[in-house]
């Protein structure tokens, strides 16, 4: 593997660098000819210069910094609860039959249900401050790491666990050394999808009810009519997705090398 | 001689679709300190299931297994096992893979100058913080039989611990295996299809037979160590064995050594 990649040309580094970086600026260049001829509407569709120079006075004036403070301290706190509800309950469910089996019914209805279904229900229970939206985020990211987790230890290999057993280690380490680091692959699948749940969560609960918040700022521009803003609000959105995505690849890197497909030479 | 692991008329039933299958049926062994013991059977005759009834992880439908004396009924700190694949857990190192057959008991100072003794036993002193996945099939499986030694058991189960290695590795960890014996004088009992094997490295050679599984013969391997596989006594040993193996499979040989 190694190998072909030193093998990669000029060519080669056009299509893995350039090509990604070349192509969205294309479309940028084809969309800002496109609005400076009014081909394209501006109160519909903003060009690109407008809604880069609407992006960078909300980023000075703070603005941006303070919706995205809120909608991550949500996040952060919705998806923290969720993800170590799912993990302790996911454990419990994988290593105790009866517990997998008093749960499985309840699990399998309430888990199709979508989270925007949820929001109302929590609203009147919780009212509309914080603690219906973190918990809207908490549920949302509470299933994926559940049922990864669940899935992670149910799919221990069984020889493994024998080795511990004959060695008469006692059910916790066996459970710390080997049940666990052996699921971690499968629950760090859960967290990374759980934590992508909870920022659509957030989102969608500011935009139902909310007065801070980039699910708010996207909502309260439609209002006012500014689709530059909304086009902001929907960017930092997506760029705000990706970074989350990022860190936990990098996490995952980093706890679970061994995991990692490694050819001896 | 004296007899450190006596197997005394063991059966054992399993439920198949509801139907009891006997696949041991009246096994009865004595196994003598430092003795290495291999045993020889075609594909389903319970070999393993008769090492694995040793180790703890079946129980006897009937009779008993003693080790010093004392019945076996469930993992013994005197009794390691090697499997055919490493099992290593590929999130430790080599070092920390190894650690893993030390009982809790023992101390920080004491388990590290045993776990650098057994590296050192199976020759991966420069391995020692590799992990798994860089290592070949036969250093895992080096790894694999130092994490079984390193508990220091009176005896060492191998269950076909070469099966899955290339023709050379195999021949080079027989030999490994051997020096490892007569080095820490644990008690080994080996299974294997492969009767070279068998014969290479036994003291006696225990033929089982199937359906049920039961000992056909038990032949001595009057062969002085080290032994040389080319060897005329060698070949004829290999025939005697070749020709218990042969009649229970049931397969005319069309050939003859």
Sequence with gaps: MINQKKKVGNSGVFTELVLPVLFPLLLLFVWETLSARRIINPAILPAPSSIFSTCWSMLTSGEI????????????????LGSAGGLVLGILIGLFHKIDRALTLIIGVLRPIPMIALIPLFILWMGIDETSKIAVITVGSFWSVLINTIYGIKSVDKKLV????????SRMETLLKIVLPAALPSIFAGIRLGASNAWACVVAAEMIAASSGIGYLVMFAREVSQPDVMLVGILMIGLFG???????????KRLLRWNETETKD | MSGLLSINHIKKNFIIDKKQVEVLSDISL??????????????????????????GLESATDGQIT???KPLVEPSELCGMV???SRLFPWFNVEQNIDFGIPKSVGAAERKKRIDEHIALVGLTE???????????????????????VGQPELLLLDEPFGALDA??????????????EAEKTTMVLVTHDIDEAIYLGDRVVVMSKRPGAIKKIIPVELSRPRSRTSENFAVMRQKVYREFLEESEITPDYYI
């Design chain 2, 127 to 149: 391995f020692t913080k590799a992990r798994p996945n860089q290592l070949s099939g036969g250093m895992q499986q080096r790894v694999s039989i130092a994490r079984a030694l």
């Design chain 2, 168 to 181: 050379l590795t195999r021949i080079n960890m027989q030999q490994e295996i051997l020096r490892i014996w």
């Design chain 1, 162 to 169: 024998e080795v511990a057993f004959i060695l008469k280690k």
């Design chain 1, 65 to 80: 910094a303070r919706h995205m403070r809120m909608s991550a301290f949500r996040v952060c706190s919705g998806f923290l």
């Design chain 2, 67 to 69: 080790l010093d004396g």
């Design chain 2, 83 to 85: 499997f055919q694949e």
């Design chain 2, 30 to 55: 004595e196994v003598n300190k430092g003795e290495f013991i291999s045993i020889i059977g075609s594909s389903g005759c319970g070999k393993s299931t008769l090492l694995k009834l040793i180790i």
């Design chain 1, 242 to 252: 990706l970074l989350i995505d990022f860190l936990l690849v990098h996490l995952e």
